[in-house]
């Protein structure tokens, strides 16, 4: 059985409208369904506004869905109440984008980490400390920085710490929301290896929610490509990155960069008329699939 489920999910956000009648509807996740095996990462790619983030976080319940079923370890997400919720937590986490307005700006660095292990009452203040400082130490921080709020950092630093507070309480699933796109290159390479390291350590399994395809192809086990909302291709991440089917995903790698910049790449432009948005997913070859 697969760690996650995730089966219809379906988000719908109300635009401002008339002052008088019904507001317009926005659907911004249209019947995604996947699994995610225990120790995999699967990475979930696309464009800005395809409704990437909101697959995650709607899988987290940060955000409620309109209609779907998520399943982590064969419990119905969807069915928990407030304090359920609440314990599967900790199993369940997730480090931000933005590492910079994801940190409290008064908070210590420490207290930031030791927070979550606060709210679940987990140990008494000398053991949480020493986790704290465990938890330093495993994402490449000195344990002294503690003492030192977020703008002493750098946004890689920043983002280490965002990762040892998702960490605190040994989750066993994380969804790593573009976690590195606001950070230079070579501070996303660091990042990166530690997603990697950390995973291997300590047997995560990852929803790798990313628009740079550099990054998906070099960590990821398998790949959902969405589309306005839908999932319209998924499988092997060494399946799809050496023969996409869907013409997104197409127009999507063939605007991907390329380390040689003598290499010759068809550009490929997307001709949203020339598919159907509706068609439903259907395995092209094993483990391979897409809506076309």
Known sequence: MALVEVRGLTKDFARPGPLFGPAPIV????????????????????????????????????????????????????????????????????????????????????????????VHRVGDRDSRRARVRELFELVGLDPDLGLRRPADFSGGQRQRIGIARALALNPSFVVADEPVSSLDAPVQAQVVGLFVDLQRKLG?????????????????TRVAVMYGGRIVEIGDAGAIFRAPRHPYTKALLSAAPVPDPDARRQRIVLDADAFDRTSPLREIAPGHMAAI
């Not at 314990?87 to 420490?110: E, T």
């Not at 995560?204 to 990821?220: G, M, S």
């Open 27 to 118: 659907r911004a996740v249209d019947g995604v369904s996947f699994d995610i095996e225990r120790g995999e990462t699967l990475g979930l790619v696309g464009e800005s506004g395809s409704g990437k983030t909101t697959t995650g976080r709607c899988v987290l319940r940060l955000i409620e869905p309109t209609a779907g079923e998520v399943r982590y370890d064969g419990t119905n997400v969807m069915s928990l109440s407030a304090g359920e919720l609440r314990r599967l937590r900790r199993h369940m986490q997730i480090v931000f984008q933005d590492p910079y307005s994801s940190l409290n700006p008064r908070m210590r660095a420490g207290d930031i980490v030791e927070e979550p292990l606060i």
């Open 204 to 220: 995560l399994t990852y929803l790798f929610i990313a628009h740079d395809l550099r990054l998906v192809e070099r960590i990821c």
